[in-house]
């Protein structure tokens, strides 16, 4: 079954960049829409930016628009997300998850173990 994996979490300043990988094992990698989410202590998930299956569109959470741009590659079976102007409510474990073709990422499917970003000074 296809199984994904997080990577490029830790600690940055405000202001700073970071980029995130998700990296699938299983075949039918390029099926699936693929979203990031994230979750900070004490709030509830959230869907921060989701890619289209063939990378062709995209759509952003209003919080991180401008600053978070995702994309992915088919043929390594990865998607990133760089993330820049790091702000401090941007710390969470970030996710990355399968969603339906279509779907803008509403609901994930298989996901990620999470990786954690910290933006502090």
């Known amino acids: 079954q296809l199984q994904l994996v997080e990577s490029g979490g830790g600690l940055v300043q405000p202001g700073g960049s970071l980029r995130l990988s998700c990296a699938a094992s299983?075949?039918?990698?390029?099926?699936?829409?693929i979203g990031w989410f994230r979750q900070a202590p004490g709030r509830e998930r959230e869907g921060v930016s989701c890619?289209?299956?063939?990378?062709?569109?995209?759509n952003y959470a209003d919080s991180v628009k401008g600053r978070f741009t995702i994309s992915r590659d088919n043929v390594k079976k990865t998607v990133f997300l760089q993330m820049n102007d790091r702000k401090f409510e941007d710390t969470a474990v970030y996710y990355c998850?399968?969603?339906?073709?279509?779907?803008?990422?509403?609901?994930?499917?298989?996901w990620g173990q999470g990786t954690l970003v910290t933006v502090s000074s």
């Open positions: 890619v289209s299956v063939s990378g062709g569109s995209s």
């Open positions: 299983g075949v039918t990698f390029d099926y699936y829409a």
């Open positions: 998850a399968t969603s339906r073709p279509g779907s803008k990422c509403r609901n994930g499917e298989v």
